[in-house]
């Protein structure tokens, strides 16, 4: 089998447009999931694209006024690269060193470099999009603003396809360390979440500061030549020849293309060697970590009994930190928007946030608008909405304990208010200080956010109870490729403009803002209790074994 077959054989159930996962959603009904899914992304790389135009035209008018045309394309290429390594490591983690298929690949007659090289192909052709996603537009502001050579197509192209592949390659090669150094022992997660953790700072600040003049820019301040933001850039030119190579090469420079594209191909290769010899290795440590983890495990002082909910509650988190790309996408959608605030209270120009402050007054309702900004944020949630699909095939024990489907449901709830309740009450401490909110608005964010947190989880865990992804080889599908998670955002936001709606047709009508607001949420009590309940018969009769298991 060469690797090619390999690669489409692995492709071909994997995803969500793999031909098996397309035959089960024929079967069952719902193709329809599938243009929802489309329109979703193309809403979302939409506003993406819409930023990123911002910025790279005040880094294109930079970079001609500094002398440095290469200036836009090689922040282009970094904070694509920044955003392939740091998502390439869960990724490789995720689909090939704790891969549940890995134990049959390598009980094949086949090499380790081609399985290795197919996994490779498979994590590129994931992350080649999103490299486009953040290379294209800085081609079209390049070409709004320089008339180049008809030669430029060429290295268009090549850095098109051959740029995510440094930084991939340097992911998947974090990841075997990573993996390997920490086996699949007791601290494995919290090292790669540790490492994942320290990634995306970075690129925070890297963002943050792009941020700040991109909202410079949208003032009228251009970009000052002698600004910090252009220093740490121009020093990172020398700092990171490859990228300026990379960025070089489209302004017409073709010793820079040959010097790129060498120095790609060259550390692809022996990126992919260097794991070849190493993968073998990292999986049999894993074995054998596994192995005296389960001794040690017998030695252990005695069981101490707990309730059931108790019990459920910590099996919930079990679950969930059992990988480290479960627990970084629920610590994601958990602290985004704290940490958005955070970054826009620190990196914002003054004179911007003021001007904020005073849009919002003028309106006479930002009360009703920052409880829905709260509202959108609670919608971003896969916890809910992948909460069986989690458990794989392990969901099968939990229809062996004597305990109902609503019970098991009643600790899923805890859980879910354990990991958001927090996020949600420093989202409107923050806003009420950042923004000046009267306290009378605390009367409707607080009840009606906590309202929204139940009604939220009660609309999306019914997705997954109704038809739970329990087969998966590795733990982003069960998350990141499952319909389940669209399906339930697209609940979330009917909801949200629901909710809007009435919060602004009673105000529109007569009342005042904080009545407006009490009102929602008042609202929103009975819907979450409705629809809890719903959830709750759901939950018995899937708990009862009423579902076809793998």
């Known amino acids: 089998m060469t690797w090619l077959q390999l690669t489409k054989a692995q492709a071909a159930g994997a995803g969500l447009v793999s031909r098996g996962y397309l035959k089960e959603l024929s079967s069952q009904d719902r193709l329809w999931l599938l243009p929802m899914a489309l329109a979703g992304a193309a809403v979302g790389a939409g506003s993406v694209v819409f930023m990123l135009l911002g910025s790279y035209r005040s880094l294109m008018t930079a970079g001609l006024a500094t002398g440095y045309p290469e200036f836009l394309f090689f922040n282009a290429l970094l904070v694509s690269g920044l955003f392939i390594f740091i998502l390439s490591i869960p ?3 995720a689909k090939v060193y704790h891969s549940r298929d890995a134990d049959l690949l390598f009980s094949l007659p086949l090499p380790p470099g081609r399985i290795v090289l197919s996994k490779t192909a498979l994590l590129y052709g994931a992350f080649l999009p999103l490299h486009l996603l953040f290379f ?7 070409l709004e603003a320089v008339t180049p050579e008809p030669s430029f197509i060429l290295p268009v192209i090549l850095q098109s396809l051959i740029a995510p592949l440094a930084p991939l390659v340097l992911g998947m090669t974090g990841a075997s360390f990573l993996s390997g150094g920490s086996g699949l022992s007791r601290h494995r997660v919290l090292v790669e979440v540790s490492g994942m953790a320290m990634l995306t700072a970075a690129l925070v600040a890297f963002q943050s500061i ?3 003049r991109m909202m410079a820019g949208m003032q009228g301040l251009a970009l000052d030549p002698e600004s910090l933001f252009i220093r740490l850039t121009t020093a990172s030119l020398k700092a990171l020849p490859p990228l300026a190579w990379g960025a070089r090469s489209l302004t017409g420079n073709l010793a820079s293309l040959a010097l790129s594209a060498v120095f790609t191909t060259a550390l692809t290769v022996v990126g992919i060697r260097f ?8 999986l049999i440590r894993h074995r054998e970590a596994a192995f005296k983890t389960k001794r040690r495990s017998g030695g252990r002082k005695a ?3 707990r309730s059931p909910l108790k019990t459920l509650f910590f099996r919930e988190w079990s679950v969930l930190s059992s990988t480290s790309t479960f627990l970084f996408e629920a610590a994601g959608e958990a602290l985004i928007l704290p940490l958005m605030l955070v970054i826009f209270s620190v990196m914002i120009p003054r004179e911007i946030l003021t001007l904020v402050k005073d849009s919002l ?8 608008i920052i409880f829905d900004l709260l509202l959108a944020f609670l919608s971003i949630n896969t916890i809910s909405s992948t909460s069986l699909s989690r458990e794989g095939p392990s969901f099968a024990l939990a229809l062996t304990l004597p305990l109902s489907g609503r019970q098991q449901l009643r600790a899923k709830l805890l859980f879910h208010l354990a990991v958001f309740l927090p996020s949600l009450v420093t989202d409107i401490v923050i806003l009420t200080v950042l923004l000046n909110l009267p306290i009378s608005t605390l009367i409707y964010l607080f009840p009606g956010g906590f309202a929204a947190l139940i009604l939220n989880f009660a609309l999306t865990i019914s997705v997954d109870l109704k038809n739970p992804m329990l087969t998966w080889t590795n733990p982003q599908q069960a998350m990141k490729q499952n319909l389940n998670t669209l399906t339930g955002l697209g609940l979330s936001v009917a909801t949200l403009i629901l909710t809007a709606g009435i919060g602004l047709g009673f105000y529109f009508s007569g009342f005042s803002e904080t009545i407006s607001g009490l009102i929602t949420a008042l609202i929103l009590f009975p819907a979450a209790f409705l629809f809890l309940k719903r ?5 018995d009769r899937t708990y009862s074994g009423v579902i076809e298991l793998p």
Do not use: C, E, N
């Open 303 to 305: 069981f101490k009994p």
């Open 535 to 539: 959830a709750q018969r759901l939950a």
């Open 210 to 212: 792009l941020s700040r």
């Open 361 to 368: 007054d003028g309106l006479g309702f930002k009360g009703l």
């Open 275 to 282: 794991q070849s010899g190493r993968i073998s290795t990292v």
């Open 136 to 142: 294209l537009p800085a081609v079209y502001v390049y």
């Open 91 to 93: 990724s490789a983690l």
